[in-house]
């Protein structure tokens, strides 16, 4: 993979992370989502392969970190790798949106869960009081 190639592919994934991001802020997190968080998980695991791309163009990108050549070589290629690292920097920037989000909603969702068997308890021990 070239760095023309890494750099296309860094900006193209960081869109399709970003509209993943938007999507989970988007939807809602119900009773049924609060105890089978099936919508986390499958946040989860498109995380797994974000990070699968990451790896992939890290590669290509590193390859090419080594420095040999004329002047002009070396500045061309500096520049090259310049505009690669801030694509780059796009890409990491997306990935850590989503991480975020999908940390939030976990967070949401243990909240309502644990206010949910709060409430569930002080009407249970209401109920036991009222019966004494």
Do not use: P
Request: a neutral charge; hydrophobic letters at 40%; glycine letters at 6%.
């Amino acid at each position: 993979m070239t760095l023309e190639e890494a750099k296309n592919s860094y900006i193209e994934r960081s869109r399709t992370i970003f509209d993943a991001t938007e999507s989970l802020s988007s939807e809602s997190y119900g009773i049924a989502e609060i105890f089978s968080k099936t919508k986390l998980k499958q946040g989860k695991a498109r995380l797994k392969g974000y990070y699968a791309w990451l790896k992939e163009y890290d590669e290509a990108y590193t390859e090419n970190l080594t420095l040999g050549g004329a002047i002009g070589d070396l500045n061309m290629k500096n520049a090259k790798l310049s505009v690669v690292e801030r694509s780059r920097s796009v890409f990491l920037s997306s990935l850590n949106g989503y991480e975020k989000e999908l940390s939030n909603i976990e967070a949401s969702t243990n909240f309502k869960l644990s206010t949910g068997i709060a409430i569930v308890a002080i009407v249970i021990s209401m109920f036991g009081v009222a019966i004494a």
